[in-house]
Structure formats: structure tokens, C-alpha cells
């Protein structure tokens, strides 16, 4: 397999912790952002939306985070990335939609450059712009995490999920434009918990052979 991504992309590193979690190897390739490699001619042919993650498998490329999360799931159903029972993958589901449908879209950094260069929001707007979804996203996560979280180690139950991918990616944007983490207690201890973890320490941005791009 071969994963297409970039370094600070929140969608890559959730599929880097799944691909880790499941003992998977892919290739990396890697794609800039702020230099638009993912817009190149090359890309589009493989991805024509032109953003990542793709990933390149037996079975054709795959784009969209959770839907190839869900693949991988599906293909090496262990460990298992969603729970047992109907309601409670529906729960987790509704989780990881939170942050992968409402929150990280429209904070994506083609979003950002469009707000800036539509309509004049300089790098404090912006910030405001970013803190404000992610508040509100996590407000909602918060209450949900606590009621269905066992032991605050995980966002469900005690075992990772696939909302657990989605949610430290989303700490590490939350703490890179500066949001106020104070309020969510129960995110905060499962983020620290989950980056305690080989498979996720292993996808950290910062442990990308791009990360300097």
C-alpha cells in the first residue's frame, strides 16, 4: 500500500495510527500543501478531489479518512477499530463525525486560505475562526465522551476507536492555534493516554520524514 498525505494533515495522521494499530506497512508519499503538490496534474489523476489521505491498495485508491479507516477495519478486523453492537458503532460513529464531518472541513486549510484571501482575515481572525468550531465541536464531544467513556482512557468503552483517531489529530490542531483546553477535562486525559501509545507516537506530525516541508 502506498498512503499519500503530509505531515500536519489531521486526516493523514488518522490513517497513519490506524495503518500502525493494525501492524500495516505503506509506503509514504508526500504531498505539500502550502506548495499545492496535492493540486499537481500527477495527484489529480490518482485523487481527482486532490486532497489527502489516498491511499493506493490492492483493491484501487481510496480517499476520505474514515471511509479508508473503515477498510482497513474491514480487511484486518483486529485490533477492531468500532465496537461490537450496532448502537454503541453507531455512538462512536456519531463521535468521530463531530470532528471529521463538522469540525476539521471547515477549519481545513483550504478554508483558512479562502478566508483570508476572500475576505481579509488576518492570522488573528483566523485563530478566531478555528478556536471558535473547535469549541463548539468539543462542547458536544465532552458530554458524550464522559457518558460513554469507561475508564478515560478512551473516547468509548475502554478500547480505541475510531473516534479516538479522530481525536487526537484534532488536540494537536487545537493546541497549535492556541485553544483553550481548560473545559474538556476528559478529552485532554484520553488524548494524553492515546499519545502514550506506540501506534499513535509513531504517527505524530512531528515524526514525518516531511515534517520540515
Known amino acids: 500500500m502506498k498512503l499519500h498525505g503530509y505531515w500536519r494533515s489531521s486526516a493523514a495522521y488518522r490513517v497513519r495510527i490506524a495503518l500502525?494499530?493494525?501492524?500495516?506497512?505503506?509506503?509514504?508519499?508526500?504531498?505539500?500543501?502550502?506548495?499545492?503538490?496535492?493540486?499537481?496534474?500527477?495527484?489529480?489523476?490518482?485523487?481527482?478531489?486532490?486532497?489527502v489521505p489516498a491511499l493506493e491498495t490492492e483493491d484501487g485508491v481510496l480517499i476520505q479518512s474514515t471511509a479508508i479507516i473503515e477498510y482497513l477495519d474491514e480487511r484486518w478486523p483486529q485490533p477492531s477499530l468500532l465496537p461490537s453492537s450496532s448502537a454503541a458503532r453507531a455512538i462512536v460513529r456519531g463521535m468521530a463525525g463531530i470532528i471529521s464531518a463538522d469540525i476539521h472541513p471547515i477549519n481545513n486549510l483550504r478554508i483558512l486560505n479562502r478566508l483570508r484571501s476572500e475576505h481579509g482575515a488576518d492570522d488573528a481572525a483566523v485563530a478566531r475562526w478555528v478556536n471558535h468550531w473547535i469549541r463548539e465541536g468539543f462542547l458536544a464531544l465532552e458530554a458524550l465522551v464522559a457518558r460513554h467513556s469507561t475508564a478515560g482512557r478512551f473516547c468509548h468503552g475502554d478500547s480505541v476507536t475510531v473516534a479516538d483517531l479522530c481525536l487526537v489529530p484534532q488536540m494537536y490542531n487545537a493546541r497549535r492555534f492556541g485553544c483553550a483546553l481548560a473545559g474538556f477535562p476528559t478529552l485532554v486525559a484520553i488524548d494524553a493516554h492515546c499519545r502514550g501509545l506506540e501506534a499513535f507516537r509513531r504517527a505524530e506530525p512531528e515524526s514525518q520524514p516531511d515534517a520540515t516541508q
Open 20 to 51: 500502525n494499530l493494525k501492524g500495516l506497512q505503506a509506503e509514504s508519499a508526500t504531498h505539500a500543501l502550502p506548495r499545492a503538490e496535492h493540486r499537481s496534474e500527477a495527484y489529480l489523476a490518482l485523487n481527482p478531489q486532490g486532497l
